[in-house]
């Protein structure tokens, strides 16, 4: 296809602003913005949650919210900042917007599919709200059985949810999938893709292989809930621990389907703003295959006290630590980048640091919980709270506005207020680690985590954590507000403000309906910065 005929059969990517024309648009910039601003909502929904149930936790004792109200929150937080915000939006959204530029593409391998996920990926939210209607959910995100197997209606709408949730994630990865391997310009080989493609392609396989489990284990769930058949409730033949193992089966490949393009960013990121060439490009492509790989046999750490036997204790114990290996690989190769290079303090640069030293600590805190001794006393504490937040939120999130910021330029052809930018970023580095750090503390002193009260001991620890919150709400109103605001008055930048040399920097900002006038020819890899 020409690229005359790409825009006869697309229209134009910006300038035709009707809603029809974003609706049953094939443009996949334009499904990644979609994408990308309905996570965005979500997460400002789900982030207000978690502010009021930590505002409840500011002092001993009740507020202002009953137990119900409080397990309901956060059983909503967890459920939309994980299946609507984390998982999907890198990958859908920016990974949508991106991936067929950095691979000299015109469009992913079926534009349609690509629009049809996106709208199952909307159902999937619209059903989540909608069984709210039917009664309270209070399960926790996890949805544990046999709690979970008892409650009716509104279980078996959110299990259909999640269901069709997954389902536009199999869609994506599976185009992903398909567009890398078929759609690469001429000369890109597999040693030059950019190391986000090499990211978003592991997540995919990823999506592809977990996603199904967690299909089935839900539909099992909701036929529970509404036949009666007992998969997991013991009360009817079931066994509860198989539903855990079903789960986290997924939940632990989730949790790379959350990190993985996270990665991929920082990647991108270290490289373009310390103006160097990417130390160990092979081996950071080759860890986010392998962390791909090693998450599927990990899951069992999670059920240390679910009476496993001790040799699985003991296998699963050793494939957890082992799983630090790849993810040891891509912190040493981002170091060993920013030495030496001339580093520029950006406001993605700054998230991007931000990632490292966070992603740090959580992944150090999980070498804890690795332990057989040591996570029998953590477990289901405050320490999880902390090493989950530490792993997912501050790196994903952080991860995110680094890639955003890094590419709102190229998006919308402005340049975002770089002061403000850097302010949202402290409140949000400052705000994060106030609100997390005193969890590792609590948890080692035994607070139970998901607990609505807490002995007066606990207090001082707790309102530290809410006052972080608080700063995390601003920064992150902070910077989705710079963000906007650079959309619609920003000032008009160059093509390539950063110096990159990968493909999204060799075309107009912003990037042109057809992206290349002329499918271009790869001489060299993303990465090409002065080598001497």
Do not use: C
């Not at 986000?196 to 996603?211: E, G, K, N, P, R």
């Amino acid at each position: 296809m020409t690229a005359k005929e790409h825009v006869e059969k697309l229209g134009t990517y910006l300038d035709d602003k009707s809603l029809k024309s974003w609706l049953f648009t094939l443009d996949h910039k334009r499904i990644g913005l979609m994408y990308m601003f309905t996570s965005l909502l979500f997460f400002i929904v789900g982030g207000l949650f978690a502010l009021i149930f930590r505002t409840e936790l500011l002092f001993p004792g009740k507020q202002f919210i009953s137990p119900e109200a409080h397990n309901i929150l956060f059983t909503l937080h967890g459920a939309l900042l994980i299946f609507l915000v984390i998982i999907p939006i890198i990958p859908s959204g920016l990974g949508n917007f991106f991936l067929p530029i950095m691979i000299g593409a015109r469009d992913v391998a079926f534009p349609r599919i690509n629009l049809l996920s996106y709208w199952i990926f909307v159902l999937g939210a619209i059903l989540l709200l909608t069984s709210l209607l039917f009664g309270p959910i209070d399960t926790g995100w996890t949805f544990y059985t046999p709690y979970s197997s008892n409650k009716g209606l509104n279980v078996f709408i959110v299990s259909l949810a999640v269901f069709t949730i997954g389902m536009s994630s199999i869609l994506t990865g599976m185009n992903f999938i398909v567009t890398v391997h078929k759609l690469r310009a001429p000369g890109l080989t597999w040693g030059k893709l950019p190391l986000f493609v090499w990211a978003i392609y592991a997540t995919s396989l990823v999506q592809l292989l977990a996603t199904p489990v967690l299909g089935i284990t839900v539909l099992l769930l909701g036929m529970e809930n509404i036949l009666g058949i007992g998969f997991f409730d013991p009360f009817k033949g079931g066994d509860p621990v198989l539903f855990q193992h079903l789960f986290w089966f997924y939940s632990h490949p989730a949790v790379y389907i959350m990190i993985l393009p996270a990665f991929g960013v920082i990647s991108e990121l270290v490289s373009v703003h310390s103006k160097k060439h990417i130390f160990g490009y092979w081996f950071i492509a080759a860890s986010s295959l392998a962390i791909a790989f090693i998450g599927f046999i990990v899951w069992g750490h999670h059920m240390f006290v679910a009476g496993m036997s001790p040799l699985a204790d003991f296998i699963f114990s050793f494939l957890t630590y082992f799983v630090a290996v790849p993810t040891a690989i891509k912190i040493f190769n981002w170091t060993a980048t920013l030495y030496k290079g001339k580093i520029s303090f950006t406001t993605p640069m700054l998230y991007a640091l931000g990632f490292i030293s966070l992603f740090l600590i959580g992944g150090l805190t999980g070498l804890f919980l690795a332990n057989l001794g040591t996570d029998i006393h953590l477990h289901d504490t405050y320490f999880v709270v902390g090493h989950f937040h530490y792993v997912m939120v501050g790196a994903a999130v952080f991860a995110f506005f680094g890639a955003l910021f890094h590419w709102t330029p190229k998006m919308f052809g402005r340049m975002y207020n770089e002061p403000l930018a850097k302010l949202g970023w402290f409140f949000n580095f400052l705000g994060f680690n106030l609100a997390f750090f005193p969890h590792f503390i609590l948890g080692i002193e035994g607070m139970p985590r998901r607990y609505w009260d807490y002995p007066a001991e606990f207090q001082t620890l707790h309102m530290i954590s809410t006052i972080g919150s608080y700063f995390i709400g601003l920064g992150i109103v902070l910077s989705i507000g710079v963000f906007l605001y650079a959309i619609w008055k920003g000032k008009r930048i160059s093509d390539d403000p950063w110096k990159g040399k990968s493909l999204e920097w060799t075309i107009p900002s912003p990037p042109p309906t057809e992206n290349f006038e002329k499918i271009p020819v790869v001489k060299e890899g993303p990465y090409e910065f002065a080598k001497h």
